[in-house]
């Protein structure tokens, strides 16, 4: 196992087992593992906890688990856990951060404080130019450059900060060893020599679409700020951003004319309240300097989910109905449901939990929820 942290090689295939069995997302994920106290215990609990789905539920086999480590040994890739103290901080704190990582390079910049660039992947040549010219400006003032490894303002990003002799971790779609676009396959290697490849997926998996929103999450989760430097009104850029806000870190935009659909998105960030970015200095003003994130562990979701409950509230059934009540097809954050409801968000995330088990409750971003099959 080439992996530098504590988890055991038993306990990483049970981790591995859980988050890829089909309906585990790093949310159920974690208040499996809060309810259950670890990925093993979740697994045997599973198939009672979903005999009542339409489709049972098809746990990973230890043998799947042990094909996926050999093959990252194969590809030199190691793994990161939750429970690793160095688990990115930032990451850390976000709902859905993942609970898996593969990466290739240098581990501790996932720890280091950072800056988001991404914008369109047919970037215009001033785009591109401007993409790579705050790249420079962020590796000089200390910082790290996260973007994606897309063709366009994210491949010119890294680029520029490999030139400025730099640190720049690339977030992929895919298998942290699965090279995609393939024009890049020289900016992957550079990157996993010089700065750090990371992803959740398994090793050889295919970048496909459904998987970038995933991926633009980690790209926000691990920055202090998200810069957008082109953007059409449908680019995933967009979602990067929006997650961005959503997780509490600085969105910036560089505006653009409006005779250039790519200028959309940017223009459109910068009338919702984005940080107009024309240079460096329009940055590291909101920003200030580089600094390393503060060292505390990661807050686990046991502790999340063991709050006080303050009402007289506890019984199970009484709960679920309060739940179902304040629930629809339309999806619902998940603090006004506890809101709703008048019960500890502890009582609320295991109702929400079982129903997600049985099948009646679908997961959205930023942390909201609906029922599945009402009107």
Sequence with gaps: MTSSSPTNRDDLIDWIRLIRTEGVGPIMFRQLVSRFGAPSEALH?????????KKPMTLCTPAQAEKEITAADRAGLTYMTWRDEDYP????AIDDAPPVLLLKGDRSLLNRAG?????????????????????????KAGLVVISGMARGVDGAAHGAALRAEGKTIAVLAGGTDVIYPPEHKDLH???AAAGVVVSEAPPGAEPLAALFPRRNRIISGLSRGVVVVEATPRSGSLITARLAGEQGRDVFAVPGSPLDPRAQGPNGLIRDGAVLVENIDDILSVIGAASVPPSVSFRSSQNLLQDIDNTNIND?????KLVEGALGASPTAVDEV????????????????????AGRLERYPGNRVALIGTT
Aim: charged share 15%; hydrophobic share 55%; proline share 3%.
């Design 316 to 320: 199970d059934n009484t709960v679920m």
């Design 89 to 92: 901080t930032a990451l850390a």
């Design 115 to 139: 800056i988001a660039i991404v914008g369109a992947r047919n970037a215009s040549v001033n785009g591109r130019k401007i993409a790579a010219q705050l790249a420079i400006g962020l590796v």
């Design 338 to 357: 506890v809101r709703q409801c008048q019960v500890s968000p502890a009582l609320v995330a295991t109702a929400l939990l079982e129903l997600e088990l």
């Design 189 to 191: 290697a550079q990157i």
């Design 45 to 53: 609990h599973l198939p009672v906890l979903t005999a009542k789905r």
